[in-house]
């Protein structure tokens, strides 16, 4: 599988970076300046620029989006996503990491309005909703928005995971958490075979 990973320098992306080729998948990693990554397949390319979006795409069998805006940029995650959907070369498929605050909360609602939500999340949350509502807008495209559980940090490849789709998923612990290891087995799994197309689903444990 040929699969192009923008974003690949960011804890998430590089994550699914690692996972595909230790698949032994053909990745194209795409960061701003491929000298400051040497450990990884770096290619030069901006997921705001649809020009870049589809020479880095054409060929390609997959397509992650796994870019995160900087803090107090968060607007741009909407703007980088509708680059991409118009860069996207035909017939490649589209994963986009997203975020868990557009998700239902265990009590109803959604996660983002729950009284416990971080204030200091709600930037980034907003945003995440405005970037899952450019994908649901979108026919045609074949894409997927991924939302991790609200706990989404670094942590060890254990190989289990649970799916679901709207419903924020919490584990007999209470947490709702996924490590960003684990994400990326289930990202790639999808990758391999397809259950989930332009709609929204989620992973914890």
């Known amino acids: 599988m040929r699969m192009t990973v923008f974003g690949a320098g960011g804890n998430a992306g590089r994550r699914v970076v ?9 990745v194209t990693a795409v960061v701003r300046d491929p000298a400051g990554y ?11 620029n649809p020009d870049d ?3 880095l795409t054409e060929g390609q069998d ?15 995650a909407a703007i980088v996503m509708k680059a991409v959907l118009a860069g996207i ?6 994963l986009v990491i997203g975020g868990s605050g557009s998700l239902v909360a265990p009590g109803g609602g959604l996660v983002i309005d729950s009284p416990e939500f971080p204030p200091s999340w709600l930037p980034i949350a907003r945003a995440s909703g405005e970037q899952f509502g450019v994908c649901r807008a979108e026919t045609t495209v074949d894409w997927a928005y991924i939302s991790p559980a609200n ?34 087995i289930a990202l790639v799994d999808e990758a391999e075979r397809p259950r989930h197309r332009q709609t929204r689903f989620t992973v914890g444990y």
Do not use: K
């Not at 595909?20 to 053909?26: F, G």
């Not at 070369?89 to 589209?94: C, E, H, I, K």
């Open 18 to 26: 690692t996972e595909a080729l230790s698949r032994d998948h053909d």
């Open 62 to 76: 997959v397509a992650v989006l796994a870019t995160r805006p900087a803090v107090g940029s968060e607007q741009d």
């Open 151 to 184: 706990e989404f940090e670094p942590g060890t490849r254990t190989g289990r995971y649970r799916l679901g789709r709207d419903d924020l998923l919490v584990g007999a612990d209470g947490r709702s958490a996924i490590s960003m290891e684990d994400f990326a």
């Open 89 to 94: 070369a035909p017939g490649v498929r589209l």
């Open 53 to 55: 979006v589809a020479r």
């Open 38 to 48: 040497p450990d990884l397949p770096a290619v030069a390319g901006d997921a705001a």
